[in-house]
């Protein structure tokens, strides 16, 4: 079983800027990409971005040049996003994920609120 727990959401005004943090625990070991995903209200889960445990990293086009993902160097157990240039349509429930030996892990998610 892994466990992932996320934090920093909030309410913040277009242009502002909020880090997301995501700490994976339990049985974590071959756990090669972990990533976010968001939902806003009325549409579907949607990837966010994804990082592999050797570093490399995929930001979806619609937040490319305003987000940015990195994990912690040392124990690779804790995954950020940091969101800059906040818009309103990036208010979702932003989740942490990690695909491990065929299943999907997921925290419960933290609220992300732009305000215009």
């Known amino acids: 079983q892994v466990q992932l727990v996320e934090s920093g959401g909030g309410l913040v005004q277009a242009g502002g800027s909020l880090r997301l943090s995501c700490a994976a625990s339990?049985?974590?070991?071959?756990?090669?990409?972990m990533g976010w995903y968001r939902q806003a209200p009325g549409k579907q889960r949607e990837l966010v971005a994804r990082?592999?445990?050797?570093?490399?990293?995929?930001i979806v086009d619609s937040v490319k040049g305003r987000f940015t993902i990195s994990r912690e160097d040392y124990a690779k157990n804790t995954i950020y996003l940091q969101m800059n240039s906040l818009k309103p349509e990036d208010t979702a429930v932003y989740h942490c994920?990690?695909?491990?030996?065929?299943?999907?892990?997921w925290g419960k998610g933290t609220l992300v609120t732009v305000s215009s």
């Open positions: 339990g049985s974590i070991a071959s756990i090669n990409v």
């Open positions: 990082i592999t445990s050797g570093g490399s990293t995929t």
């Open positions: 994920n990690a695909p491990k030996r065929g299943a999907d892990y």
